[in-house]
T-cell receptor, first 112, second 109 residues
Framework: NAGVTQTPKFQVLKTGQSMTLQCAQD?????MYWYRQDPGMGLRLIYY???????DKGEVPNGYNVSRLNKREFSLRLESAAPSQTSVYFC???????????FGPGTRLTVT | GQQVMQIPQYQHVQEGEDFTTYCNSS?????IQWYKQRPGGHPVFLIQ?????EVKKQKRLTFQFGEAKKNSSLHITATQTTDVGTYFC?????????FGTGTRLTVIP
């Protein structure tokens, strides 16, 4: 099992450009999450999907959109990147029975 | 807000010394989870505590959940260089987690 995979690992964007971060999990988990991590801020939830076909806003959803493409895949889109979106983005999925979350390796995004 | 408060923010210890990080909430927690993130890595689940006063051990790590279920602690006995990283507590919501700001542990050999 690969667990949770994310692409790309690194990305540099110019202000105003758009991009989609991809995430996939092979553990058959229902719930998936997108977080951003900034120095001294811990992990903040952007969006989550409790099951295929549903998505909900987290703490910091502004400037982002998500798509739960199927049970395996959950993508995060930045329509018009801003320097404030420079961060490390983690995707995670949650084991249904025990609630522990499994994280992907992260995407390091810089917006100039 | 929804976050849990975690202290200290940073801790430097000599190898072999003990280390403790504390997690506090203003509201009663249904349960609490702990994660470790190595430098440059991703968070990895360590444990979940559910019961009031619960104490769980994993080798040199001891996790406690307060009697009132408003606080939790992680204690590492005789730290090693492999313990370096940031330790996060997280409280569970209906469908998601709210993470503390973390304690970054540096172990000086």
């Amino acid at each position: 099992n690969a667990g949770v995979t994310q692409t790309p690992k690194f990305q540099v964007l110019k202000t105003g450009q758009s991009m989609t971060l991809q995430c996939a999990q092979d553990m058959n988990h229902n719930s998936m999450y997108w977080y951003r991590q900034d120095p001294g801020m811990g992990l903040r939830l952007i969006y989550y999907s409790a099951s295929e076909g549903t998505t909900d806003k987290g703490e910091v959803p502004n400037g982002y959109n998500v798509s739960r493409l199927n049970k395996r895949e959950f993508s995060l889109r930045l329509e018009s990147a801003a320097p404030s979106q420079t961060s490390v983005y983690f995707c995670a999925s949650r084991r249904d029975s025990t609630y522990e979350q499994y994280f992907g390796p992260g995407t390091r995004l810089t917006v100039t | 807000g929804q976050q849990v408060m975690q202290i200290p923010q940073y801790q430097h210890v000599q190898e072999g010394e003990d280390f403790t990080t504390y997690c506090n909430s203003s509201t009663t927690l249904s349960n609490i989870q702990w994660y470790k993130q190595r430098p440059g890595g991703h968070p990895v689940f360590l444990i979940q505590l559910v019961k009031s006063g619960e104490v769980k051990k994993q080798k040199r790590l001891t996790f406690q959940f307060g009697e009132a279920k408003k606080n939790s602690s992680l204690h590492i006995t005789a730290t090693q260089t492999t313990d370096v990283g940031t330790y996060f507590c997280a409280k569970t919501g209906a469908n998601n987690l709210f993470f503390g700001t973390g304690t970054r542990l540096t172990v000086i050999p």
